[in-house]
């Protein structure tokens, strides 16, 4: 047998007798309820815990969850009850985004190429629009002159630093997202006289980030360009979001972020940012941090084979539903998710096995040579930090499989 690295994360779920629990409710439960494997289940409980997490370690910033991670309307609706505010990325989330609790003042819209009608439902509604071109303005512009509400708008700047070791870098250098940071004061000095209300900034630089010295960079970094763009702007600025990039653990050798570092940081920088921007909200938009590990992706094992020494468990999920753990949604070199079976919990019993899915393409992996209780046929596979970026970044056609179904539980 080949040692392989293990996952060494705390699984937030807890189990029955060896049988996975979803927030106090056993699977079978959930199972019944759903109808059908495969499916997602989001956990309340574990949400709240991410949330509490964040305010007890930023009790004086903003909290707002970037819809994109998990759109789900029941996701959406709870997690609205939970933080402060909700950023989206397209029309299709700003209607989910307006039926929840949160207020369209508490909404901000980011994202490059936003259609003219995007724009001017957003402007209607009372959204801030995250402003990612000149052009844009130039659309919102026109759209308010022709009697709509005054748009709420704030510039995304793409800063002239990245968000060094993330998972996804989204800034510094020549970026699609926001505006380069050098052409941020001319724009600023022309919006004097333009029927909009300028709110401040938006400063996003990466994402999965479990390196607390990267984001402590990060938002020493932010704070000083929030604070040398501030002085072109043409009124107070009364919202400053530093953008998040807070990762978890998915792979074999990563652990938890540790916030304690990051706290700290934040504490040092605070006081001088509100002395110069005593109206300004400091916002951090969080995804994956919130929702990630509140998800849990089931499936059913329907074949076991062998194959030339090797064996196959066959599921009846897969790439189609769940991307990412298939590594193919951003990894170079594919790496296991954290997979358990579901009903085997407890089992000290381990062999290597690879789990697949049901598709007609080597891609379709959910766990390659990994250690595995013995597994036999109606056995449950979960795959676990599966709530964000799960259901919504997957190629749902793909092979016209059975569509997965999701749960809030
Ligand atoms: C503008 C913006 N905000 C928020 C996020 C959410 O990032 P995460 O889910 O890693 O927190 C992203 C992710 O790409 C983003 O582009």
Do not use: W
């Amino acid at each position: 047998m080949t040692k392989r690295p293990e996952h060494c994360l705390t699984i937030p779920f807890t189990n029955n007798n060896g049988l996975l629990e979803v927030n106090g409710h056993s699977l079978n439960a959930v199972i019944a309820q759903v109808g059908q494997t495969p499916f997602y289940a989001y956990d309340k409980s574990i949400m709240t815990t991410q949330v509490e997490t964040f305010r007890q370690y930023f009790p004086e910033i903003s909290l707002h969850y970037a819809m994109k991670a998990n759109p789900m309307p029941d996701v959406v609706n709870y997690m609205s009850t939970l933080v402060d505010g909700l950023d989206i990325a397209s029309g299709g989330e700003m209607k989910v985004a307006l039926a929840s609790s949160t207020t369209a003042d508490e909404i901000s819209f980011a994202g490059p190429g936003k259609s003219r009608t995007e724009l001017a439902q957003a402007i209607e509604a009372g959204i801030t629009l995250n402003i990612e071109s000149e052009f844009e303005l130039e659309q919102i512009v026109s759209i308010a002159q022709q009697g709509s509400r005054e748009p709420r708008v704030a510039i995304r700047v793409n800063p002239d630093f990245e968000l060094k070791a993330s998972g996804m870098k989204m800034a510094g250098g020549p970026k699609p997202f926001g505006i380069d940071a050098e052409r941020v004061p001319a724009l600023l000095k022309s919006m004097k006289n333009l029927p909009v209300h300028f709110r401040g900034f938006h400063i996003f630089s990466g994402s999965q980030n479990l390196k607390p010295e990267a984001l402590i960079e990060a938002h020493q970094k932010t704070f000083e360009l929030a604070l040398a763009l501030s002085k072109y702007a043409p009124s107070p600025v009364e919202l400053l979001n530093i953008g998040g990039g807070f990762g978890i653990p998915y792979f074999p050798g990563e652990s938890e972020l540790d916030l304690r570092p990051v706290a700290d940081n934040m504490n040092k920088l605070l006081p001088d940012v509100k002395k110069q921007l005593p109206n300004a909200e400091i916002v951090i938009e969080l995804g994956r941090f919130l929702v990630g590990p509140a998800g849990v992706y089931i499936c059913e094992v329907t074949d076991i084979k062998e194959s030339r020494g090797k064996t196959y468990v066959i599921a009846n999920g897969g790439l189609h539903h769940h991307l990412a753990a298939s590594g193919n949604f951003g990894q170079i070199i594919r790496k296991n998710y954290p997979v358990a079976i579901a009903n085997k919990m407890d089992s000290q019993e381990k062999q290597e096995v690879s789990i697949v899915g049901p598709l007609c393409t080597p891609l379709d992996i959910l766990a390659d040579n990994m250690l595995l209780p013995n597994i036999q046929r109606g056995d449950l596979v979960a795959v676990f930090q599966s709530g964000a970026y799960g259901f919504s970044a997957s190629p749902h056609g793909f092979l016209s499989q059975p569509m997965v179904k999701e749960v809030l539980v």
